[in-house]
């Protein structure tokens, strides 16, 4: 993805935007701020952004309101004219048409969705499978150039309803529903997934499979080999914990890590 073996995109937690109960009034400030971080990802040598709404909970299921799609598409255009790099974009919880509207008037790239297939139990309610809608919108809008990356038995979320199921097999189910990558995550954000579950996932489905929560530059070894992209958010921020600001250093650190560790893979694959 995105011109190599294993690509590190970066996550942008937005301030509260408008619709959130914690929206300030000031969109400017938001851009200011998420354009600062997908910035220094972009110096350090990320290969992709990616804007989340992570700061407007508690969050609607499965919708947010139109003041909200529109100020996310605001941002993301601001972002990657500003960048010029692969952007996407996830709206929570589950707004996956709205993120399409909102990737489609950015010039966004990728969109993140949850509640593809399946039905899950999330903070928010029950959610239930989204892919017919989705992708029969995005077949509509002629804007099959925004691809989709589904998230599987996702984060903070009961999967008792499924749990006959197994992650593979919700892989299988989304690749066969026209998902362009599969999405797989821990428990709860910054929570790593087992690295046995992203190998098996990898090796029995075609699509592209990302790791979208809990990779740090402890851990990054053990999933590069088996992904074909990772979503780093929470182990960027001051103190590893999604809610603060970026920290430079750590971000530096951890592509500095994930160089030698492509450096090492290039030797041995040269002898």
């Keep these: 993805m995105f011109n190599r073996k294993c690509s590190m995109i970066g996550m942008v937690h937005l301030q509260p935007l408008p ?25 350090n040598g990320f290969d992709a952004i990616m804007l989340e709404n992570m700061h407007d909970a508690p969050f609607r299921k499965g919708y947010v309101d139109p ?3 529109a100020a996310m598409a605001v941002i993301a255009s601001a972002i990657k004219k500003e960048t010029k790099m692969p952007l996407g ?34 903070d928010e309610g029950i959610h239930e ?10 077949w509509s809008l002629k804007a099959e150039h925004v691809k989709i990356y589904a998230d599987i038995k996702k984060k903070h979320s009961a999967h008792a309803i499924t749990d ?33 579950d992203v190998e ?8 592209h499979v990302l790791v979208g929560s809990g990779v740090d530059v402890q851990n990054v070894e053990s999933y590069m080999p088996w992904s074909d992209a ?17 920290d430079n250093e750590r971000v530096a650190r951890f592509i500095e890590r994930v160089r030698e560790l492509e450096q090492s893979s290039a030797a041995r694959c040269a002898h």
């Design 129 to 138: 499978s989204s892919a017919a809608e989705l992708i029969r919108r995005r």
């Design 164 to 196: 006959d199921i197994s992650l593979v097999e919700t892989a299988r189910a989304a690749e066969f529903f026209k998902a362009d990558g599969v999405i797989v995550t821990g428990a709860y954000t910054g929570d790593a997934p087992a690295f046995k």
């Design 89 to 122: 974009i996830q709206l929570l919880a589950g707004a996956n048409i709205e993120c399409l509207g909102a990737a489609i008037a950015s010039g966004a790239d990728f969109i993140r969705v949850e509640g593809f297939v399946y039905a899950h139990v999330g």
């Design 200 to 207: 098996t996932v990898k090796q029995n489905v075609g699509c």
């Design 67 to 69: 003041e909200t799609t």
């Design 230 to 246: 990772i979503i780093i958010g929470s182990s960027m921020k001051v103190d590893g914990a999604w809610q603060n600001a970026i």
């Design 19 to 43: 619709g959130a109960a914690a929206y300030a009034g000031k969109l400017d400030q938001i851009l200011s701020v998420g354009l600062d971080e997908a910035m220094t990802y972009k110096k």
